[in-house]
């Protein structure tokens, strides 16, 4: 069976293997996914391509870091990314000067944006979902939300730059959560 | 704490966005109370999942042409997958390191030290939970077993760095007779986080012992104490 017509759990097993063929495969499922989400928080095109580069290599020298009871491979993989991309906004005070459109919400206009080259059709519509359910959420909780996740700014610094409370910034955070797992959940259903 | 106020702080660990007391009162809420309650469990879950989902919201952009192959240059072939015996994972920092029978067990790099601590606590805490285990205090670390099962856990989390030249030691302590076993070094790193998981026969031990050792050097017999562990449990 050619490897694009194999599910993730599969090629991840193959890829336990050895067999570098899997890791391509799912470098094309995911590396668009993976670069987008990089250079959305952190700014920069080298630093997301280096984000990206560090999470394929550490899926392809420890492979079983993910683990399939705990939940889907895109979401292990995606979390992965974040939680790179995060630690290297964090590290790089410079990056604290990165430019606007990093956190604008509207898509760049200057990259090859894949929706529709790579995707599978789950992400997809999961896309989809994720967005209209961001709607949803009031101006105020969507901005803490947004700040946290591809601002990848703690609570407290938050809090400083919107001159809030840190309580505000937790109850804010907290809706949000909350209101987007409702939403998810019942789309999911 | 209130649960309204636990979970305000599970959805901000979900989001990695807590910083100092607040990391740390979520560390052990992870540790201490997740595990023995269903409904934070469940909403931890939801918004892990949530949290992953938001990946989606950046589009998709093909990454430059240059990425996969400067990967394949650098994947090369996989690591053999190693069996150690005794002591089988670390999940601690740059600087952990557990070494046993010649075994160097190093994981994590800066960039991905969260992500470990993150795997590392995921995994105690679904032992915790399987084998409704014990969490003993021992000094600043906690261990996490229980009775008759040979897998247990000690983390910590604000473990002072040992003086420079010295690290951290860990021994068996036999009921009586043969020699204290040692079962490696350790290291806390820079947020003073440390995680051991252990696969340990627990028959003929009586407890655990943290002690400071000279760095580089296997010890022939523990050096000083620093924390002690209760006595490990044989039978359930």
């Known amino acids: 069976m050619p490897y694009m017509d194999l599910d993730d759990l599969e090629l991840h097993r193959r890829l336990s293997q050895g067999e570098q063929e899997a890791f391509d495969e799912l470098y094309r499922r995911y590396g668009a996914a993976a670069y987008g989400l990089a250079l959305r928080l952190t700014g920069q095109q080298l630093l997301a391509q280096d984000v990206v580069h560090d999470a394929f290599l550490a899926l ?17 993989f995606l979390s992965l990314v974040h939680h790179r991309a995060v630690d290297t906004i964090r590290r790089e005070e410079r990056l604290r000067k990165r430019q606007e459109r990093a956190s604008n919400l509207e898509p760049t206009v200057d990259e090859d944006v894949a929706e529709d080259v790579v995707e599978a059709s789950f992400a997809g519509q999961r896309r989809k979902e994720v967005r209209e359910a961001l709607t949803t959420l009031p101006p105020e909780q969507r901005q803490v939300l947004e700040l946290a996740y591809f601002g990848g700014k703690t609570q407290v610094r938050i809090a400083e730059e919107l001159q809030i409370p840190i309580g505000t910034v937790k109850t804010r955070t907290m809706a949000a959560m909350q209101k987007l797992r409702n939403v998810l959940q019942e789309e999911s259903e | 704490m209130n649960h309204e106020a636990m979970q305000e702080l599970l959805a901000g660990y979900a989001l990695r966005s807590l910083s100092g007391e607040d990391a740390a009162a979520a560390d052990r809420l992870l540790v201490e109370h997740v595990p023995g309650c269903s409904d934070c469990r469940r909403t931890l879950d939801a918004f892990q999942l949530v949290s992953a989902d938001l990946a989606l919201d950046a589009d998709p ?12 240059r650098e994947m090369g072939p996989q690591a053999r997958r190693r069996r150690p015996v005794y002591l089988v994972a670390v999940a601690a920092s740059v600087a952990a390191a557990v070494t046993l029978g010649g075994f160097a067990l190093t994981e994590g790099g800066r960039a991905n030290r969260a992500q470990t601590q993150a795997d590392f606590t995921r995994k105690a805490l679904d032992f915790a939970r399987t084998h409704n285990a014990d969490m003993t205090p021992v000094g600043p670390t906690t261990e ?25 030691g860990l021994w068996a302590i036999p009921i009586q007779g ?55 449990t044989t039978a359930a």
């Open chain 2, 144 to 168: 996490i077993s229980s009775p008759g099962v040979r897998e247990f856990y000690i983390y910590g989390n604000d473990v002072p760095t040992p003086a420079p030249g010295l690290t951290y």
């Open chain 2, 61 to 72: 952009i093909t990454p430059p042409e240059t990425l996969l192959p400067r990967l394949h």
């Open chain 2, 178 to 232: 043969s020699q204290a076993r040692f079962l490696g070094d350790f290291m806390p790193d820079d947020d003073g986080y440390f995680g051991l998981r252990l696969l340990l026969d627990p028959t003929g031990y009586d407890h655990l012992l943290i002690t400071e050792e000279q760095a580089g050097i296997r010890p022939a017999a523990p050096g000083a104490t620093k924390w002690e562990s209760a006595p490990v």
């Open chain 1, 60 to 76: 392809w020298r420890a492979p079983q870091a993910f683990d399939p009871a705990r939940g889907g491979f895109r979401t292990f």
